[in-house]
């Protein structure tokens, strides 16, 4: 029997052991076996995206240059807030559920006896549908690594490393050193380097070993051909333009106008419901919150009420002590699911800080709605899991 995509998401989540089981093995042979190696048209290019955050936004920033440019661009996202198919997108389109079940179906006749893991099987079915679509330009979001990553099993034309900050240390590392090593892990020699400010010495050893010269792009870089990028920072913005050229090589004229119109849900998104203006956006760790705040003070958005979810293998005190650039703003806190999901009441002892367990997002809502009053800033942020249970108010 034929499966749906639910069906095939239920399958591929159960065929490993290990919801993370980073490595590049299985990738190498399903890339060799399935002929992936290539996964773009016969002149195509590859862009891959590490870093710690801003990835996601990078990503669909250089999508729509080179879709307003006259490129054909895929690209992935990782995770997802609404639905799978945000994952695999062509021409900025998300893909529908009968090419991503095709592409599936593909990966599981290749696979034989390989135990693949959920972001594998998402890995290779996305490059699947970039090959069948010949794209001109794949643009990979790495996952939470770089070395290890399953997209490490393609060669990149250009690699962009947006920020390095502390997360995912029991996978990564405990300095930014090593953190930054691993990122790197995307480098070739041969490649153009883009990447954001600061980048810590594993970053720039990597690069220096491999004789590459990145080009350097800060939160505060300003270009007159860039325009008001609307919800997109400037920093991601400018990666993006310069990845596009990159790409191109001057051979295109880069059409930038579009950037002012890039959005992405759980990413700076703000929507109006109930008379209220929310921002929704997936910061989740100490840098993450910081740029936030600082996104939200340019665009003179003063939240009113804060409502966080958060994982367990995060640093939560960090974060709370963030948020007290804002002052005494109440925070309401809520549950967050799966296997390293963790309880409000949990949440409020890790952060040690005045703040309401309020555990159901559809109980925060009511008590934020009431907290405020017509037209005040609501900041809902923390983990995927978290701002996904709130992404009715876009709707």
């Known amino acids: 029997m ?6 095939w998401l239920a399958h591929i989540s159960e065929q490993h052991w ?37 990835k996601g936004s990078t990503a669909v920033a250089l999508e729509r240059i080179l879709t307003d440019s006259g490129l054909v661009a895929g690209t992935t996202l990782s995770p997802h807030v609404h639905k799978f198919n945000e994952r695999i997108r062509v021409q900025g389109r998300e893909q529908p559920d009968r090419v991503i079940c095709d592409a599936f179906a593909a990966v ?15 890995a290779l079915a996305a490059l699947y549908i970039f090959q069948r679509a010949a794209v001109d330009v794949c643009i990979l979001e790495i996952g939470l690594g770089g070395r290890l990553d399953a997209f490490n099993a393609v060669d990149a034309d250009v690699a962009v490393i947006t920020s390095i900050s502390f997360d995912h240390q ?47 792009y800060g939160r505060d870089f300003h270009d007159p051909e860039l325009p008001s990028a609307g919800s997109l920072a400037a920093q991601n913005a400018a990666l993006a333009a310069a990845a596009a050229a990159a790409v191109t090589g001057g051979r295109v004229p880069l059409n930038l106008q579009g950037l002012a119109r890039v959005e992405l849900p759980g990413r700076m998104q703000i929507c109006q419901k109930y008379q209220r203006t929310w921002v929704l956006d997936v910061a989740h760790n100490p840098a993450g919150v910081d740029f936030l705040l600082d996104q939200l003070q340019q665009r003179g958005l003063q939240p009113r009420v804060l409502i966080c979810g958060m994982l367990k293998n995060k640093d939560h005190a960090a974060v709370a002590a963030r948020l007290q650039q804002l002052g005494e703003v109440p925070l309401l ?15 409020q002892a890790a952060m040690a800080v005045p703040a309401r367990a309020v555990a159901d997002a559809g109980l925060a809502v009511e008590a934020a709605g009431s907290a405020t009053a017509r037209g005040d800033v609501i900041l809902v942020f923390g983990s995927f899991n978290a701002v996904e249970q709130f992404a009715w108010l876009a709707v």
């Open 18 to 54: 290990q919801t993370i089981d980073m490595g590049l093995s299985r990738m190498q042979q399903m890339v060799e076996r399935m002929g992936l190696q290539k996964p773009h048209g016969a002149n195509g290019k590859v862009v891959t995206i590490a870093g710690t955050n801003g």
């Open 333 to 347: 806190l809520i549950d967050t699911r799966g296997e390293r999901g963790m309880s409000a009441a949990d949440l």
């Open 2 to 7: 034929k499966k749906d995509l639910p069906a």
């Open 108 to 122: 599981e006749a290749s696979r034989q006896d390989l135990t693949l893991t959920y972001f594998e099987f998402a």
């Open 170 to 216: 029991e996978f990564l590392g405990d300095t930014l050193d090593q953190i930054g090593g691993e990122k790197a892990g995307i480098l070739r020699r041969g490649q153009v380097l883009i990447t954001g400010p600061d980048m810590p010495a594993g970053v720039l050893a990597a690069a220096e070993s491999l004789a590459l010269t990145p080009r350097v």
